[in-house]
């Protein structure tokens, strides 16, 4: 399977207006001065799809969060269980409606304690935003389009300007929003064939989502999606 990716860029709230209109912004809820961005920058920053919000408070304070970031002057591989934990609770529960199930931004030298401590804690399903800057747009496409596993690249930034950073993501994360109506095509040895972005069923763009019960219908579990087919 070859996922699908999109192109996106990230900046500060002060650097945001040199993200060209119609591409992905990522913006950050926390941080300190010129850092994080105001309501009016997400809104000007609502397509193709909502802006990625990313948590840079070295508190991990905002689980609502898309991604927390982990880094010098962010939080740390140790913030990591409590906020995956907190982040998909607020997930199920549609507290902020676009939020993408809960990820961790962090670079290749930080990565593999990162993965250590999710799997010390059980957490699996967890998609990395991993920091490789210095490599080509292709690279980034490669690294996304081939991901698998518990632990999977949804994302990767490639390179910095003095302005804005380049990011390339995969599309099926960006597009899969806590509280997008499902629409279910298809159920199958306890599992539901749920379509999260509108693509007709075949096109091989749908989560396989675990069911918790049924009746007259599907009630599946809200944690997030299952492997991409």
Known sequence: ???????????????????PAGILAIGYTTGSGNVPWDSAT???????YPAIHIDQDPSASDATADILDVESFAATVADIPGWLTRARANYAKHVRPQQ?????YCSMDTLPGAIAICQSHKLTNVPFFTAQPGNT???AIQR?????????C?????????FVDYDILSQDWVRT??????????VWHGVAIVMRDGTAAGEGKYWVVPITSTDEGVTYTPTGPGEAK
């Open 42 to 48: 997400f809104a000007a920053h609502n397509t193709p």
């Open 154 to 162: 949804i994302g990767c930034q490639y390179a910095t300007d003095s």
């Open 100 to 104: 993408r199930w809960p990820g961790i």
């Open 144 to 152: 996304v389009q081939t991901a698998t596993g518990p632990y999977p």
């Open 177 to 186: 929003m806590a509280g997008t109506a499902p629409v279910v095509t298809d």
């Open 1 to 19: 399977m070859t996922i699908p990716y999109i192109a996106a860029q990230d900046a500060t709230r002060v650097n945001a207006v040199h993200i």
């Open 137 to 139: 747009e292709a690279f």
